[in-house]
């Protein structure tokens, strides 16, 4: 009888497994893919399926954007979908398309970053296909229903099986707890979808981005970041820019700063804003509410400098310096600088 | 010729009972979900919006029929409304679910969809203003997944919000890395972030007057809703404790402890 049934029983298995068919949405901007969508396609892995990735916009964006995501490693397949309508990246035109290729490719499980773009569309989608959406994932197990994420500013982490009868997963994956899939290797194979139109009146009219020549915030491997006790816009760029640049950082700010004017909305480390897990990250006079601590507790080493030794940021670093950071900082750069010199 | 009539416009603001932002969450013993015997209040991020719906009807004046605001949850949830017409919303509705019952955002977005179809003629409900994430399960998916079971476009993340005759609209949205400005007409869901406002206090006579506003009660299967979950909760566990805690005592030993790190 044994005998018998385990040959069955594997059977059965390899074909659940063959039944994983994950796309992964790649995100671009301006032709250049944004390497957030690399995590996305290594949570996709996990459940050991076919991966395939889509690329919509322009069609020059997709022609530029496909080149790129052809050689990432564990695709086997890129659709593309191009049109004007889809340059923005609007939820309106993106979710009727998306609504469309997945029952018509058999796919199973859709993955993107948890970023503004991800946020926006995948929950229309959902919407249109009246199924779950699985937000910010951090871990996720292969049967392909079990998901894990935090809730309550990251201070509980909850488990959930999805049910069969949500037939499409909807997933966005938090970027800083999966690995970036490789670019290189891969020899995936290109095939256009048709485009999809939409009734919509929503119009892109104008964007304002910030321009900066630090590496960018989310994917930064160190990030220095500025509170409330700088006090002024000017004390912000001179105290703290000099520091990320000393170190190779990112400039990151406390929704504190951010509220007083000191730094721009994009710079917002916490539960409202960036979630970060560089490998440093130094907290400037940031007392250390939990809606930021939300946001970079996961990096590796934490450096606090604050005047308050009961601030609770002091719980969670791993080198404290209780000072006031008007004269620890600039020693701090001077430091930095001649060690690299 | 005669001018184009002014598209009135009727309001509905959903808002979330939660646990209070600043509370310390602690993880419940039989480890199916929080500790929920502490402070709630109004979701930050919908406390945005109803103050949008009120600003916008006193930029607006006549243009602004109705705000109603909706809440779904336990009875407790009653207080959440009024909190919420003690601020200026118009009326209020409330969805009844038993105690320590999660309702999904999906199910949220089917119990919109419901009182918006259920609106009709002069009261015909074409805006919806909601936050653009609850604080306590940090989905931040209601919004999107109403505008998509509607059809209605779709402002997510706001910054910035209008209304003019005729029902053009137009949203400033916060995206990585900027703004982004984007038009588009009524029917119309927006999802307010952080900085489209600053939340008033609800004085006290207003407090007062909120009581004798009317708040409609109903049962999920008054309108035919099954908020039976769809995810299942296997745990709900503490995020693993970072030890941290280690203090220098000067800005050299800092540079020590990165120069051990490999980090200089």
């Known amino acids: 009888m044994i005998i018998r049934t385990l040959p069955r029983l594997t059977r059965h298995l390899s074909i659940q497994r063959r039944l994983a068919s994950s796309l992964v949405l790649l995100e671009h901007k301006g032709g250049k893919l944004n390497e ?20 919509i916009g322009s069609s020059s964006d997709v022609e530029a954007v496909t080149g790129q995501a052809k050689t990432i490693e564990g695709l086997s397949k890129i659709y593309t979908a191009s049109s004007d309508a889809y340059s923005n990246s609007l939820a309106e035109n993106v979710a009727p398309l ?76 938090r970027t800083t707890a999966f690995d970036k899939a490789p670019i290189g290797n891969g020899s995936a194979t290109v095939e256009s979808v048709d485009t999809v139109s939409s009734d919509s009146t929503t119009k892109f009219i104008s964007e304002e981005l910030t321009r900066s020549s630090r590496p960018d915030l989310s994917s930064a491997s160190r990030v220095v970041s500025g509170g409330r006790a700088l006090k002024s816009q000017e004390n912000f760029t001179q105290i703290i820019e000099p520091l990320a640049d000393a170190l190779g950082a990112a400039v990151g700010a406390s929704r504190a700063a951010v509220d007083s004017g000191y730094a721009d909305n994009s710079l917002q480390v916490g539960q409202t804003g960036k979630v970060v897990a560089p ?63 | 010729m005669r001018p184009t009539l002014p598209r009135l416009i009727n309001i509905l603001v959903p808002v979330k ?114 936050g653009k994430q609850a604080i306590d399960d940090d989905s931040g998916s209601t919004g999107g997944m109403l505008a998509g079971m509607l059809g209605w476009d779709q402002g997510g993340f706001a910054s910035k919000l209008d209304v003019e005759e005729g029902g053009k609209i137009q949203v400033t949205r916060e995206i990585d890395g900027g703004l982004e400005k984007i038009e588009g007409n009524l029917p119309f869901v927006v999802t307010t972030d952080l900085r489209l406002n600053e939340p008033r206090y609800a004085s006290l006579p207003n407090i007062m007057k909120a009581k004798k506003k009317k708040i409609e009660t109903l049962k999920p299967e008054d309108l035919g809703l099954d908020f039976t979950p769809r995810l299942e909760t296997i745990s709900v566990s503490e995020p693993p404790k970072r030890v941290g805690g280690g203090k220098v005592e000067n800005v050299d030993e800092l540079v020590g402890k990165l120069k051990d790190a490999g980090l200089l």
């Not at chain 1, 929950?123 to 309550?152: C, H, K, V």
């Open chain 2, 17 to 130: 009972r939660s646990i209070d932002y600043a509370v310390k969450i602690r993880v419940a013993s039989d480890g199916k979900g929080v500790d929920t015997n502490v402070k709630h209040s109004m979701n930050p991020f919908d406390e945005i919006a109803v103050e949008e719906a009120i600003r916008l009807r006193e930029r607006k004046g006549k243009l602004v029929t109705s705000i109603t605001a909706l809440s779904i949850g336990p009875a407790k949830a009653a207080d959440t409304i009024r909190t919420a017409l003690a601020m200026g919303a118009d009326t209020g509705i409330h969805i009844t679910t038993p105690e320590g019952i999660v309702v999904e955002p999906i199910s949220v977005a089917h119990a919109i969809k419901k009182v918006i179809d259920r609106s009709e003629g002069k009261d015909k409900i074409d805006l919806v203003i909601c």
């Open chain 1, 279 to 341: 490998e440093l990250y130094v907290a400037v006079g940031i007392s250390g509410a939990i809606q930021h601590l939300a946001g970079m507790k996961e990096s590796k080493l934490i450096v606090a400098i604050n005047k308050d030794p009961d601030a609770p940021i002091f719980q969670v670093a791993d080198a404290g310096l209780v000072a006031d950071l008007f004269e620890a900082v600039p020693q701090l750069t001077k430091k930095v600088q001649e060690n690299k010199a």
């Open chain 1, 36 to 55: 957030s969508s690399l995590t996305a396609i290594t949570a996709a892995k996990v459940l050991n399926g076919d991966t395939a990735g889509i690329v």
């Open chain 1, 98 to 173: 998306l609504a469309a290729v997945l029952p018509a490719k058999n796919i199973t499980h859709l993955f993107a970053a948890h970023t503004a773009v991800g946020k926006n569309v995948f929950p229309r989608l959902a919407g249109l296909l009246d199924t779950s959406m699985i937000a910010d994932i951090i871990a996720l197990e292969p049967s392909g229903d079990t998901f894990t994420r935090p809730i309550y500013a990251g201070n509980a982490i909850l488990k959930v099986k999805s049910s069969p009868k949500d037939k499409i997963k909807i997933v966005t994956v």
